[in-house]
């Protein structure tokens, strides 16, 4: 049977070109990232943050499912003028060890798979990095969505019908005008007390939490759960 990943339309999946800048800065700092350091964005889509982290002096890789993504990545590093490593790769299967500074997971791109499997991706996110390297992993906040859940909801052109089934957002998607549904997406959301065993089962210890990327202190009603984690 096939996975919702590879049946959602691929139109739903990404943001604007141009956004990412702020994203950018804000794991910027949350990482510590100099210049010269080896960063792994997992999954990166087309690159809209990790051209910035190159900017500012970062070895980039990215990885991502679709190979489409991954050639507008490359297409927009070339056209940028900045160096970048590409891959086509599945976030349980990353084929990395032990190289990297710091990796990052941004925009609610964790938690697509069965608890074992959400487990295995942050195993090899967590193996990918050098002993003392940091992990930065961006979810949405159960404690905020679930407070405030909005079983339909309008994204402006997209919208979105959803149950709280298993732990999991099940939401089912519409673009625009189109009557047929485009799909349907189901991400387990974690608490912080989860979020933190999570990372302890994949051998990171929880160094920070923030509730957005303007760098808040992360609270229950924030928007977002960004934990930094510490390889060791
Ligand atoms: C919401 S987008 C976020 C992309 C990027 N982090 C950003 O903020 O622009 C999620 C990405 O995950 C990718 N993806 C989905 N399942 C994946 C998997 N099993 N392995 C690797 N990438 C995956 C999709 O192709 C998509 O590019």
Same mark, same amino acid.
């Given at each position: 049977m096939?996975?919702?990943?590879?049946?959602?339309d691929?139109?739903?999946? +990404?943001?604007p !070109?141009?956004t990412g800048?702020?994203?950018?800065a804000f794991?910027?700092?949350a990482l510590g990232l100099?210049?010269?350091?080896?960063?792994?964005?997992?999954?990166?889509g087309?690159?809209?943050?990790?051209?910035h982290v190159? @900017?500012?002096?970062?070895?980039? =890789?990215g990885?991502? #499912?679709n190979?489409r993504?991954?050639? #507008?990545?490359q297409?927009?590093?070339?056209?940028e003028?900045?160096?970048g490593d590409?891959?086509v790769?599945d976030l349980r299967r990353l084929?990395? !060890?032990g190289?990297?500074?710091?990796?990052y997971n941004?925009?609610?791109?964790?938690?697509?798979f069965?608890?074992a499997e959400?487990?295995l991706a942050?195993? #090899?996110?967590?193996?990918? +990095?050098r002993?003392?390297?940091r992990?930065?992993?961006? +979810? +949405?906040? #159960?404690?905020?969505v679930?407070r405030?859940?909005?079983p339909?909801?309008?994204?402006?052109?997209?919208?979105?019908h959803?149950i709280?089934e !298993?732990q999991r957002?099940?939401?089912t998607w519409y673009?625009?005008?189109e009557p047929e549904s485009a799909?349907?997406?189901v991400?387990?959301?974690y =608490?912080?007390?989860? =979020? *933190?065993?999570?990372l302890a089962?994949?051998?990171l210890?929880?160094e920070?939490?923030?509730?957005? @990327?303007?760098?808040s202190?992360?609270?229950?009603?924030?928007? *977002?759960l960004?934990?930094?984690? *510490?390889n060791g």
């Amino acid at each position: 049977m096939s996975e919702w990943i590879e049946t959602i339309d691929e139109r739903l999946w +990404l943001h604007p !070109d141009e956004t990412g800048a702020d994203a950018a800065a804000f794991i910027l700092q949350a990482l510590g990232l100099q210049p010269g350091m080896r960063v792994l964005d997992a999954p990166c889509g087309a690159g809209r943050i990790a051209v910035h982290v190159a @900017k500012a002096g970062c070895q980039m =890789t990215g990885i991502d #499912r679709n190979p489409r993504f991954i050639a #507008r990545a490359q297409r927009r590093f070339a056209e940028e003028g900045v160096e970048g490593d590409f891959q086509v790769a599945d976030l349980r299967r990353l084929p990395f !060890d032990g190289g990297f500074d710091a990796a990052y997971n941004w925009g609610g791109s964790f938690g697509y798979f069965s608890d074992a499997e959400n487990l295995l991706a942050l195993q #090899r996110l967590a193996a990918a +990095l050098r002993p003392g390297g940091r992990l930065l992993l961006d +979810l +949405l906040n #159960r404690e905020a969505v679930l407070r405030d859940f909005r079983p339909v909801l309008d994204l402006g052109g997209k919208r979105t019908h959803t149950i709280w089934e !298993d732990q999991r957002l099940v939401s089912t998607w519409y673009i625009g005008d189109e009557p047929e549904s485009a799909g349907t997406s189901v991400i387990r959301l974690y =608490t912080p007390a989860q =979020t *933190r065993r999570l990372l302890a089962h994949a051998g990171l210890t929880w160094e920070a939490a923030y509730g957005g @990327k303007d760098g808040s202190p992360y609270g229950r009603g924030s928007g *977002r759960l960004i934990v930094v984690g *510490r390889n060791g």
